[in-house]
């Protein structure tokens, strides 16, 4: 059985996973005022740039999701190598329509190939992470409805909380309430948004940033202690790396044993994000990976 994966560009995969021979990559797309288009990426020096012309630019640039003719291709190019099943994971359906597009045109080749649908409900390093969990299922042999499931189920479990230094992005972008945008500047508090079943809420408004980092604390000491085949801890940021490393050290210090990944938000998400935003992920580890990987536990 031959197994191949598709994500889309705010993955923001590793340089290991982006080269792996069995995973394809669909970019989102970002379009500024005077009509120019970048392509969603992770390379360091364009993402400063981005972030940097964020400061300037007075109208906020626009996402769209990857062109249908990129995915057809991906698509031909997967059944040209003779792979049998297709995993596609993208980042949430209720912020996105790529999750819709990419299930409308796989639907077009089911004659050819398994598709498996996959919906992270979030984005970033949640969707690195489902991709590392199936890509050692797949190696190990479990058949791909249970893999599925399996990552159906991270994607319902994990969670996502974002820090703003100001919700003007997501105001501007449709993403959130204005009035919610409002307190926010009003106040000069830390609103902290969260992904609930997909969706960009409002999770607390905290006036200091010590505060925030305290409650990630407890919501980390509540994960581990929820799932008891361990979790792992991501970082995103919106260029604000030495604040979000000191974010990192002081959870690490109190939990030395997870696993840590801390990088850029892709320019989609930071458009969103805007800079100075920070990110935690908490994703826990599916029950058929982690019996591969520890078959001790």
């Given amino acids: 059985m031959k197994t191949a994966i598709v994500v889309d560009s705010t993955a923001s995969l590793s340089e290991d996973l982006k080269n792996h021979p069995d995973i394809y990559q669909v970019d989102l797309l970002v379009t500024y005022s005077n009509g120019e288009v970048i392509k969603d990426t992770t390379q360091p020096a364009v993402l400063q740039a981005f972030y940097e012309r964020m400061i300037h630019d007075k109208e906020l640039p626009k996402t769209s999701q990857p062109e249908p003719i990129h995915l057809y291709r991906v698509m031909e190019i997967i059944i040209e190598k003779g792979y049998d099943s297709v995993f596609c994971i993208h980042l949430s359906d209720k912020i996105s329509g790529t999750f819709k597009t990419s299930r409308m045109i796989t639907n077009e080749f089911l004659d050819a190939i398994n598709v498996y649908m996959v919906d992270s409900k979030g984005t970033s390093f949640i969707i690195e992470s489902m991709v590392k969990q199936a890509l050692t299922m797949i190696d190990a042999g479990v058949e791909s409805e249970e893999i599925q499931s399996q990552l159906e189920w991270v994607a319902d479990c994990a969670k996502i909380y974002v820090m703003f230094e100001t919700l003007s992005n997501l105001v501007k972008g449709g993403r959130i309430g204005t009035i919610s945008g409002f307190l926010g500047s009003a106040l000069k508090i830390k609103p902290t948004v969260y992904f609930d079943e997909g969706e960009v809420k409002v999770f607390e ?13 407890e919501l980390v000491r509540e994960a581990v202690k929820e799932y008891p085949d361990g979790i792992e801890i991501v970082f995103a940021h919106g260029d604000a790396e030495e604040e979000i490393l000191s974010i990192k050290a002081i959870i690490q210090a109190e939990f030395p044993g997870i696993s840590y990944r801390v990088g850029y938000l892709t320019p989609v998400l930071g458009v969103h994000g805007g800079k100075g935003c920070k990110g935690l992920g908490i994703i826990p580890l599916a029950k058929r990976y982690k019996e591969i990987i520890d ?3």
């Fill in 205 to 217: 408004k905290v006036r200091t940033t010590k505060r925030v980092v305290k409650r990630w604390q």
């Fill in 295 to 297: 078959p001790a536990s």
